[in-house]
């Protein structure tokens, strides 16, 4: 599986973005979907993860309420609409595959995409 992350740039404070990702192949409905994000100088850390149909998700406190996590299995894609954006939230974000639902631990995912840089400007 091989996954390209797109939708990063440069947002105001209060600001929206939509970030994708795109995977190859035929298997994506038989993943579980996640977003994680990487500040500088920060570890990765997790944001939001969505069931292989997605009918259920999960959130990190820090974006529940702001950000929302969708997929549609036809198109290979899965995407995280970000909206009342905060400085914070500048971070690359990486989306990832894997097999477990519900968990916020990177290691569980077995493939990530290349990530999206995201600065969030004050």
């Known amino acids: 599986v091989q996954l390209q992350a797109s939708g990063g740039g440069l947002v105001q404070t209060g600001g929206s973005l939509r970030l994708s990702c795109n995977s190859s192949?035929?298997?994506?409905?038989?993943?579980?979907m996640g977003w994680f994000r990487q500040a500088p100088g920060k570890e990765r850390e997790f944001a939001a993860c969505?069931?292989?149909?997605?009918?259920?998700?999960v959130y990190a406190d820090s974006v529940k309420g702001r950000f929302t996590i969708s997929r549609d299995n036809a198109k290979n894609t899965v995407y995280l609409q970000m909206n009342s954006l905060k400085p914070e939230d500048t971070a690359v974000y990486y989306c990832?595959?894997?097999?477990?639902?519900?968990?916020?631990?990177?290691?569980?995912?077995?493939?990530w995409g290349q990530g999206t840089e995201v600065t969030v400007s004050s």
């Open positions: 990832a595959a894997g097999k477990y639902y519900g968990t916020a631990t990177s290691r569980v995912y077995d493939f």
């Open positions: 192949g035929r298997t994506f409905s038989s993943y579980v």
């Open positions: 969505i069931s292989r149909s997605g009918g259920s998700t």
